[in-house]
């Protein structure tokens, strides 16, 4: 019973979690978190993308450092005097809100010259509404015109195979559920 009771809350986990948009959680600075350490913060930011519905965690000695958000001036001169808004308890989560720029960086003295800085770049979701279309021309360079001389071949009618095997695994499983639950 316990198996059958297993199998059915791990088939239900995968059906659920599949579909799940993904928000993701942006450790800054993995494990080593925000400090003036070791960190090189736009290397830790650059090849992520960052999007509306993600979450920063910055992880720091709150009795050291703070995270303040700045604008891109302040970011660019270390001045935290006029921040947007600093964070000093030590585990601060920044939900990204919307599309744009964000800049942080630690108010302690020096902190943000020897390195604590993170800009990042927050993007619309994927599959939200519009991005403009690129508007450069750029068209495919030199391409070759594909070869009409050999005919394609009429299209194999593999769809309905397809269905069908889906339709064949998703009846198994089915079954495989409804046997663990009765068994
Ligand atoms: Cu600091």
Do not use: R
């Not at 350490?37 to 050291?64: E, H, P, Q, R």
Request: some cysteine; charged content about 5%.
């Amino acid at each position: 019973m316990t198996m059958a009771l297993a199998l059915a809350t791990a088939f239900l986990i995968i059906l659920l979690a599949t579909p799940a948009a993904y928000a993701t959680q942006y450790v800054v600075g993995d494990s080593a978190g925000w400090t003036n350490f070791g960190v090189d913060y736009s290397t830790w930011a650059s090849g992520k993308t960052f999007s509306v519905g993600d979450t920063l965690v910055f992880n720091y000695d709150g009795s050291t450092h703070k995270v303040a958000e700045v604008s891109q001036s302040d970011y660019n001169s270390c001045s935290a005097s006029n921040a947007l808004k600093t964070y000093s308890d030590g585990s601060t989560t920044i939900p990204l809100s919307k599309a744009g720029s964000m800049y942080f960086i630690c108010p302690t003295a020096g902190h943000c010259s020897s390195g604590m800085q993170l800009s990042i770049n927050v993007a619309t979701p994927s599959g939200s509404t519009t991005p403009a279309p690129p508007s450069g021309s750029t068209t495919p360079s030199s391409g070759t015109p594909p070869t009409t001389g050999t005919a394609s071949p009429p299209p194999p009618a593999n769809n309905g195979a397809a269905t069908t095997f889906c339709n064949m695994y998703s009846l198994i499983l089915g079954s495989l559920l409804v046997l663990a639950l009765l068994g």
